[in-house]
């Protein structure tokens, strides 16, 4: 019985740092991002899983970010591009590459459904073009600038 | 009998004649907001920058402020101006959400010494008030030299100053994994001089905070 017990706990450790591991050490390796504002429900959505977005929270490449009817989220990127997105929104990040020292990068995200505001950083400024906003019907090409965009989702 | 049937007919006709014209329910306001919506907006400084929108193999050009591009349901493009009514009303809320843009200060030292000048300590209170208004502060601190002195010894210099900087923002209750220091030496000169010219300028940290 107590054997018994002992593996059962050993197990759950187990299965506690394996969930560790795949939460904590991917989180650090491609941070391109940092959620600045979070109002209401807002989550994003990882390999599979679905992660409470506060603030503080990484943004990673090929993250979804996901806001409720309630909700909205503001998005410091590590080129100090900001995205912004208000209720009912899917955004997300398809592709984040920047060098610190060049400038030199590529951005690209999708806004599936919902409200948009964007403010482009380095990677704009450094290569028109670089940045790119699609959504479902639609591809933005980013010259250096401010802008907003609505998307109609297939819900909508 | 008859004559009345002719009345009630005249008068089902008089009903139908009057209901016809009503005015038929107002058509439904849903139909607009269906459309996918492109607003290029003015920088903070005041310019406007450039945006492309395609849509079905077609390129369009938004250059001017609030220059806007429809994409209707049925895949018109319609380019206009978008009124800051109308910007308000459909993007308040993701535009509030926008996240303060990182700034950056410059802080000057003593000769020699990691110690700030009294003027830069005044800027150093209203870093802390940059800081302190910001959700989830991030902080890089990045130490420099004039050129007096040998390279490793403004390398260590350099670093001292960006390290003082942070001991000063940890004892003010910032937390110190949010911020990152590092000492360029007199590698990156603010003001180009000769090697051993003294020059203020040069002896500085510069503090980004986003």
Not at chain 1, 66 to 78: Q, Y
Not at chain 1, 143 to 156: I, K, L, Q, S, Y
Not at chain 2, 152 to 178: C, H, M, T, Y
Request: aromatic share 4%.
């Amino acid at each position: 019985m107590a054997g018994r017990r002992r593996v059962k706990v050993l197990l759950l450790q187990m299965v506690v740092l394996g969930f560790l591991l795949v939460v904590t050490v991917p989180a650090r390796a491609q941070d391109v991002g940092q959620i600045k504002v979070s109002k209401g429900t807002v989550s994003i959505e990882r390999a599979g899983q679905r992660l409470p977005a506060g603030v503080g929270v990484k943004v990673q490449p090929a993250d979804v970010v996901r806001t409720g009817p309630d909700g909205s989220v503001g998005i410091l990127f590590a080129d100090a591009s900001l995205l912004s997105a208000g209720p009912n929104s899917v955004l997300a990040i398809d592709k984040f590459v920047f060098d610190s020292t060049t400038n030199q990068g590529a951005f690209e995200s999708t806004l599936q459904k919902g409200t948009l505001s964007a403010v482009s950083g380095k990677i704009a400024k450094q290569s028109p073009d670089a940045m790119k906003v699609r959504t479902p019907v639609a591809v933005l090409g980013v010259r250096g600038t401010e802008f907003v965009v609505r998307a109609m989702g297939p819900g909508d | 009998m008859t004559a009345r049937a002719v009345v009630g007919i005249l008068g089902l006709l008089v009903l139908f004649g009057c209901a016809r014209p009503a005015p038929p329910p107002p058509a439904p306001v849903a139909k607009p907001t269906r459309d996918d919506l492109v607003v290029l907006l003015p920088d903070q400084d005041g310019k406007t920058g450039a945006l492309t929108v395609t849509h079905g193999g077609t390129e369009r050009v938004l250059d001017t402020p609030r220059a806007s591009a429809r994409i209707t349901e049925e895949g018109r493009v319609e380019t206009g101006t978008a009124t800051p009514e109308e910007i308000q009303r459909v993007f308040g809320d993701a535009l509030a959400a926008q996240p303060p843009r990182p700034v950056s200060f410059l802080l000057y030292f003593l000769e020699g010494k990691a110690d700030l000048t009294p003027e830069s300590q005044v800027v150093l209170q209203q870093v802390f008030a940059e800081i302190a208004r910001r959700p989830s502060p991030e902080i890089v601190i990045i130490g420099h030299t004039d050129r007096v002195g040998t390279v490793p010894d403004n390398d260590r210099l350099s670093l001292q100053r960006a390290e003082k900087v942070r001991d000063d923002f940890v004892k003010r209750g910032i937390a110190a994994d949010q911020i990152q220091v590092a000492g360029r030496g007199e590698r990156e000169p603010l003001v180009p001089t000769d090697d051993e010219v003294a020059e203020p300028r040069n002896r500085r940290v510069e503090i980004s905070v986003r």
